[in-house]
């Protein structure tokens, strides 16, 4: 007896279905932008710092923030609507002392507003950063050797897969100079 229709499965698969939805909370923002915007507040605030610094740190309110980012001129409307999270990020009780780390905490604290706080932008950009950090390296190296037993071919962790013998690198390109022309200079004990 054959199957009903409504158990008999289809082969093929369908095409209008969608994928399932990602589990957890989803992100509000993408972690590449808050870097980028990190990194941009970085740079506009090491040219400004100086200016803005001391009336920053006496501000009590975000007009105070306002009037201090004045001084800025060229960069003032660029955080003047975040005044009032500036200001959080001044009375935080882990604020830096020193001029280049309170431009990086300043910068990566604000990058993220207004999707995600303070605090969060923060994480987001030091997660980011070691990701980018992480992201290309060197895992293994692999050379075309000769050995002395007899074997050629490639090299497993800088030994001869038959002989187990190790061998050591040659670093006499570091040693020479190069001259003018681009062609390595002969070092200076092989002159004669």
Not at 34 to 39: E, H, I, L, N, S
Not at 97 to 106: D, G, L, S, T, V
Not at 180 to 186: D, K
């Amino acid at each position: 007896m054959a199957r009903p229709k409504s158990i008999r499965k289809d082969g093929k698969k369908k095409l209008d279905i969608t994928p399932p939805k990602r589990r957890g909370p989803h992100r509000q923002i993408e972690p590449t932008t808050v870097v980028g915007r990190a990194d941009n507040y970085r740079w506009i605030l090491e040219q400004v710092w100086d200016l803005v610094a001391a009336s920053l740190s006496e501000a009590q309110s975000p007009e105070d923030i306002v009037r201090a980012l004045e001084n800025a001129r060229p960069y003032d409307q660029e955080f003047a609507p975040w005044a009032e999270a500036i200001l959080g990020v001044l009375k935080e009780k882990h604020f830096p002392k020193r001029r280049n780390a309170c431009i990086n905490f300043m910068a990566d604290s604000i990058a993220g507003i207004p999707n995600v706080s303070p605090r969060r932008s923060r994480d987001i950009c030091l997660e980011e950063r070691a990701r980018r950090k992480l992201a290309h390296h060197i895992i293994r190296y692999e050379f075309y050797i000769v050995c002395s037993c007899g074997r050629k071919g490639h090299s497993i962790n800088h030994a001869c897969r038959s002989a187990e013998q190790r061998f050591r690198f040659r670093q006499t390109w570091a040693a020479c100079s190069y001259n003018i022309s681009g062609l390595p200079a002969v070092p200076a004990a092989d002159k004669p």
